[in-house]
């Protein structure tokens, strides 16, 4: 209570509104326990409150890319992209997703754009390195199949 209220016996002044959660934070904390269903209705909550966030949207597609839910997740970066057409994470993901499903001219349209603005940084030449592989194995089926991802971690 305020001094001024205590001098003249007014009430404190009480913000009945909620308070909103960081849904984005409380789903990276879920994914990193393993919570993938848990993070996916926090990404959801956080879509709620701010439809257009692109961290939330990449994110989203990643732990339903875990969970096995393919179609969402092609869905969630397709939509990123659509806000903002030079993500070059939402490129990378959703080419890996199309070579699964089969959609090989896709998937060669989306890593040549990663490769045309691949991120910046020490750790980006190894998933530049396996996006060329991957597009080289899709040009020339005959050399094999296309690498798996770069490990994480």
Known sequence: MSLWSR?????????SRPQRLDYLSEALLLERQGDYDAAITSYRLALRD???DMRVLQNMAIAYSRTG????AIRSYRRALEIDPSLSGAHYGLA?????????AA????????????????ESERWV?????????LRNPTTGEAPA???EG
């Open 50 to 52: 701010h439809p257009d």
């Open 69 to 72: 839910r393919l179609e969402e």
């Open 96 to 104: 890996f997703l199309l070579i699964k499903r089969g959609d090989v």
């Open 129 to 137: 390195r396996h996006a060329e592989a991957t597009l080289e194995s």
């Open 7 to 15: 001098l003249f016996g007014g009430k404190p002044v009480i913000d």
């Open 107 to 122: 998937a060669e349209k989306h890593l040549n754009a990663f490769l045309a603005q691949p991120p910046a940084g020490a």
């Open 149 to 151: 991802g770069p490990s």
